[in-house]
């Protein structure tokens, strides 16, 4: 008999392969799960949608969320079972919902971090709204995009205020192109964000939880080739400027699993793209780093539900503030800022549960990433996406690139350290 049943949700869209490789990896590493002297009895079910009373109790402790930066019924439900049910769930869904691209440029600029100069533009087109002609005619000035295109400075990107799979996003290298796509963005609001070109690397770094993965990225690459198999390209203080970025980001907006994009120019660091709510997961893009993407699930995930860790509910950024006034050099401050990210985030505790309750994760990845299980996981997703005369070709792709994985990672544990 379990003294306790620790109940995990996956809320979950399109998503094929990670909830297979995740299911089956839980269902193993929890088998037999102690701590404190008390035996947890670990349940992972994917959360259904349906109509609910206020009312009704949630009998999840933890839910991983796919779904609420689009699709309100499952946020509406997950902010529920937030304010009334104390669930934890990732990614705090009142910051998703309200802090865009746009906000968290301006907060990041606030705590000194190197964000390209970066303007907003009044919406080329409306949709037709009762007080709308009363508005523009009083308050909005006529403006000349040529002077704002000069101000900002070309090359820059013009991309939407609120982000999200590339839509939307163009290279504008002068006026004519400028005219061009502010002509075709519609009602769309947009940033003017100056290029960081040509740089030296673009580095998406994955954060879930305290766990940072750094990837050389290829924007120009096929899909399947963006997320490059490098390992060890960036010297220690880069790793530690990009995991403390990723941390400061993360923890200001009570995001677990967040990814940060930053291109390096000139030696500097500098974070274009980091309000990504529900980063890929999937074997098709991340192939090579999709163990290490399922391993820091897992850990993050039964260490939230296993210990409880109360979800913080709301966002408490004076602390960064402070520290953002402080008469500091920005590296120091990145790292307090850092500091607070580790409290929040317990990493100390987390680190110590990793080594005392999930030591034997290493073992049993290694051998699952190997199995028929995973092969037909990766083979589905492929199947979900290519045209059929590539699903083989496809899948014999990914899995090796996986195999390159277990044979260079995965049969040392991951290099991260937890
Ligand atoms: N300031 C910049 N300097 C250089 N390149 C940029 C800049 N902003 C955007 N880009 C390029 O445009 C691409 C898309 O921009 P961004 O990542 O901001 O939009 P997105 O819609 O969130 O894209 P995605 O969902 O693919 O991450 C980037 O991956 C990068 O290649
Ligand atoms: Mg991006």
């Not at 269902?27 to 009704?56: A, S, Y």
């Not at 402070?322 to 008469?327: E, K, M, Q, S």
């Not at 990766?378 to 899995?399: C, D, G, I, S, Y």
Request: proline letters at 5%; one cysteine or more.
């Amino acid at each position: 008999m379990a003294d306790r049943t620790v109940n995990i949700g996956l809320s979950l869209g399109a998503d094929i392969c990670w909830p297979i490789a995740y299911e089956s990896l839980f269902e193993q590493v929890t088998r037999g799960f102690e701590l404190d002297g008390r035996r947890l009895d670990f349940r992972c079910e994917r959360v259904t949608i349906e109509p609910f009373d206020l009312r009704q109790p949630v009998k999840y402790d933890l839910v991983i969320d796919r779904l609420t930066h689009w699709y309100s019924i499952s946020r509406e439900w997950i902010k529920k079972a937030i304010v009334l049910n104390d669930l934890y769930v990732y990614n705090n869904p009142w910051s998703l919902q309200s802090n865009e691209k746009h906000t968290s440029y301006c907060a990041m600029m606030r705590l000194g971090l190197p964000i390209p100069d970066t303007w907003m533009l009044p919406a080329k087109a409306y949709e037709p709204s009762d007080d709308l002609q009363a508005t523009l005619n009083k308050y909005a000035r006529l403006f000349s995009l040529e002077e704002v295109g000069d101000r900002v400075g070309y090359p820059f990107f013009m991309k939407p205020y609120h982000g999200g799979g590339w839509r939307g996003v163009t290279r504008i290298g002068d006026l004519a192109d400028l005219r061009r796509a502010y002509d075709a963005s519609g009602t769309d609001v947009m940033n003017l964000q100056k290029a960081v070109l040509p740089y030296d690397w673009f580095v998406r770094c994955v954060g879930l939880g305290p766990q940072m993965r750094k990837v050389n990225y290829d924007p120009s690459a096929p899909l399947h080739d963006r997320y490059r198999m490098d390992i060890d390209f960036l010297s220690p203080e880069d790793r530690s400027i990009l995991e403390d970025m990723t941390l400061t980001i993360n923890a200001f907006f009570g995001w677990d699993f967040n990814s940060c994009e930053a291109l390096a120019k000139d030696g500097v660091w500098h974070p274009i793209d980091f309000a990504n709510a529900c980063p890929d997961s999937q074997v098709t893009s991340l192939h090579y780093h999709f163990p290490w993407l399922i391993k820091a699930n897992l850990r993050w995930s039964i260490f939230c539900a296993a210990t409880a860790k109360p979800m913080r509910k709301t966002m408490d950024w004076a602390p960064f503030y402070a520290v953002a006034d402080r008469d500091l050099p920005f590296r120091e401050k990145l790292h307090e800022y850092a500091k607070i990210a580790h409290e929040r985030f317990e990493t100390e505790r987390f680190r110590d549960f990793c080594r005392t309750k999930l030591g034997h994760l290493d073992e049993l990845a290694y051998e699952f990433f190997g199995s028929a299980t995973l092969r037909d996981a990766v083979r589905q997703k492929v199947t979900a996406l290519f045209p059929e005369h590539e699903v083989e070709e496809f899948t014999e792709l990914f899995w090796q690139r996986i195999q390159t994985w277990r044979e260079q990672e995965g049969a040392r544990g991951d290099a991260d350290g937890f």
